[in-house]
């Protein structure tokens, strides 16, 4: 199997504005990885550079131990499927599919058999002979997946492929692309800033931010062991919430915290420095945060949002913003009402002054069970 | 939803309608009709609108007195030969300033056009006495020349606001897709670029056939086209409106025969990039 991606201090810069400062990152072949961060942060900068579509101003890109930094775009071997599709309007679905096989000579029987077996593939039969426009938006991203595959390339590059689609064609080409990984096990690189979209198809995430790599892990990893208060707001929906505090004690079994309304909090992470009366910020997740009879943290309810399985409280406490619980569907509580949530200490995070993660004195079971890669490893403080 | 328009109202506007083309159009048809008339009566009070004498022999006396075909072949060669010297220059301006633009490609822009805000006039002399120096005076290639040169800043505007709207993705698409840059225009920038080409070519045509000025300034004879034809007829011995008229109808019927079955083309040439 081929598709192992490799980048040597790749660094992007337009004259005086830099964009990516320098990046070390190792796809492996056959992987699923996301880039995922905030717009401006690079991701699709990066990816660009990887499909050379930008040239890197400093450092390599190696394609299985080549180094195709000055390989032009078309003899890499990778294929890209755009936002906009990018579809060629004036050749059919036929046409715009066979494509490349086509520049890459091959005989017009090959082709049409490429293509018809790609467009039974992805349901377009039925469509070959239609121009892109008599399209509707799932079909022609469909087409511009099937343009990608006939090409049997080392990778797949996916730059945000969903963002133009609606709500429900968007969950639905989600199942397909993962299908699709599933079946091809071609290495695809996946750029989105939709989190839902990176923890459900990534086998590993690369956050990134202003042009730097937050961290990179598996989805869980991500999840249970951010590294920095960055990440820990990124993944996640609705965002975890910040308690900024003081240490009030810190021993072998974890670092106790005071929590707004003077009860106090023992989270067991390595102290890693952290003494009493340091400055540190705790993190707990809406889902952790349940509502009970007595707890340690007291609000008044000021939004109720009930999806139906879920209730999210938005709870009004003194000196904080805003800060979610998430409750049963069937949850009674209104507007208004004084409600006490449950923090379950093991699930709290929390970062020192410089938003740094203090590590957890023990990893979580299902992320040990997914044995993290050695990059991920390698950005494991 | 369109709104509901009642019955009156759009009887009303229908007619309204109507009646601002009839105006829009009147000159050019009172022009054909005068055309059919004798001398005598173009020149009648009350004015006859249908009920004339229908005639020919204006048609007969223009082109016993002038030879039109040559005008009309002038008019072609120059027409055609300015648009395609224009296009051959004004597709690789456009183009590199919509694919590939820098800091200064607006300014650019700005400027050719500037040079269409300055009545043509102002340069009317210079360019009389570079053409009388040169020899190209009531010169084919001379008349080409400037017909192009006016025609530039158009038909470059013309092309870049349409390749502007080629997506840039498309053409990273094919590369990604394996194209080579001569493949990349040949299969993907050529076959959407051509629509915008030839209502350019269209539309130039068009402005070149009925340009007077220059024509009438720069020719006498030998290069003159139709212009210059119908312009023949209003000046020595008086006016002579029927055979004025009947010089301009077979002036301008063959470039309305053109429009005429090219009107989808030019109208989408037109408002390209206005609507999508």
Redesign the interface.
């Known amino acids: 199997m081929t598709g192992k991606i490799v980048l040597k201090g790749v660094r992007k810069a337009f004259g005086e504005h830099v964009i990516i400062p320098s990046i070390d990152l190792e796809i492996n072949e056959g992987e699923f990885v996301v880039f995922v961060g905030p717009s401006g942060c690079g991701k699709s900068t990066l990816l660009r550079l990887i ?3 930008e040239d890197a101003t400093a450092g390599k890109i190696e394609i299985d131990s080549v180094d195709i930094s000055d390989v ?4 890499r071997g ?3 499927v ?3 599709y ?5 050749m059919s679905v036929r046409g715009n599919i066979g ?2 096989l086509r ?2 000579g091959e005989s017009k029987e090959v082709i049409r058999q490429k293509v018809e077996k790609a467009a039974a593939v992805l349901n377009l039969t039925a469509y070959l002979d239609r121009k892109p426009r008599q399209l509707s938006g799932g079909q022609r991203q469909r087409v ?1 997946i099937g ?1 990608a595959i006939v ?1 049997e390339p080392k990778a797949f590059l996916f730059d945000e492929p969903l963002s133009n689609l609606d709500a429900a064609l968007r969950v639905q080409m989600r199942l397909e692309i993962a299908q699709l990984h599933e079946s091809l096990s071609t290495t695809m690189i996946y750029v989105t800033h939709d989190q839902v979209e990176a923890m459900t198809l990534a086998d590993k995430i690369v956050v990134l931010n202003s042009g730097t790599i937050e961290q990179v892990g598996t989805p869980l990893e991500l999840y249970h062991h951010p590294v920095n208060l960055f990440v820990a707001g990124f993944i996640g929906s609705p965002k975890m919430n910040f308690f900024e505090t003081e240490v009030v004690a810190a021993g072998s079994d974890g670092v106790t915290v005071a929590l707004p309304g003077g009860q106090a909090v023992t989270v067991p992470v390595l102290p890693d420095g952290a003494a009493p009366g340091g400055k540190v910020t705790l993190g707990v997740r809406p889902e952790h945060l349940r509502p009970a009879e007595a707890g340690e943290l007291a609000g008044d309810v000021v939004v109720v949002e009930r999806l139906g399985g879920d209730t999210f409280l938005y709870l009004r406490l003194p000196g904080q913003p805003l800060v979610v619980a998430q409750a049963e569907g069937s949850d009674p509580t209104r507007v208004r009402d004084h409600v006490h949530v449950r923090i379950d200490p093991a699930t709290c995070h929390l970062f020192d002054a410089k938003g740094r993660s203090l590590p957890h004195r023990q990893r979580h079971a299902l992320v040990q069970s997914f044995r993290p890669t050695d990059q991920a490893a390698k950005h494991w403080p | 939803m369109a709104r509901a328009v009642s019955v009156r109202r759009l009887t009303l506007m229908t007619a309204a309608a109507w009646l601002v083309g009839f105006l829009i159009f009147f000159p050019i048809l009172w022009m054909i009709l005068t055309s059919f008339k004798t001398e005598l009566e173009a020149f009648s009070t009350p004015p006859k609108f249908l009920f004339f004498h229908w005639t020919l022999e204006n048609f007969g006396i223009v082109q016993q007195r002038s030879n039109y075909l040559k005008f009309a072949g002038n008019s072609i060669i120059l027409s055609v030969g300015s648009t395609i010297v224009g296009i051959l220059f004004g597709v690789p301006a456009a183009w590199a300033m919509a694919f590939s633009p820098s800091k200064r490609t607006k300014d650019v822009l700005l400027w050719m056009l500037s040079t269409k805000m300055m009545p043509p006039v102002g340069a009317l002399i210079p360019i009389y006495l570079l053409f009388r120096d040169s020899g190209l005076l009531d010169s084919r290639i001379g008349l080409i020349g400037v017909e192009f040169l006016i025609n530039l800043p158009i038909i470059i505007w013309m092309l870049f606001t349409y390749f502007k709207e080629i997506p840039g993705e498309i053409l990273e698409a094919s590369r990604m897709d394996g194209a080579t840059p001569w493949r990349e225009i040949v299969y993907v920038l050529a076959p959407m670029a051509v629509p915008g080409v030839a209502s350019t070519l269209l539309l130039n045509v068009i402005l070149a056939w009925n340009e007077a000025f220059w024509t009438l300034n720069l020719t006498t004879t030998a290069a003159a086209p139709l212009t210059a034809f119908i312009a023949s007829y209003s000046s020595p011995e008086g006016l002579f409106w029927a055979k004025l008229s009947a010089a301009s109808t077979m002036a301008i019927a063959p470039i309305m025969v053109l429009g005429w079955f090219s009107q989808r083309q030019l109208v989408r040439g037109l408002t390209f990039g206005a609507v999508k």
């Open positions: 499909a050379g579509l032009p775009p078309a003899r990778l294929s890209m755009f936002q906009s990018a579809l060629y309007p004036h494509f490349g520049m890459a511009a343009r090409r």
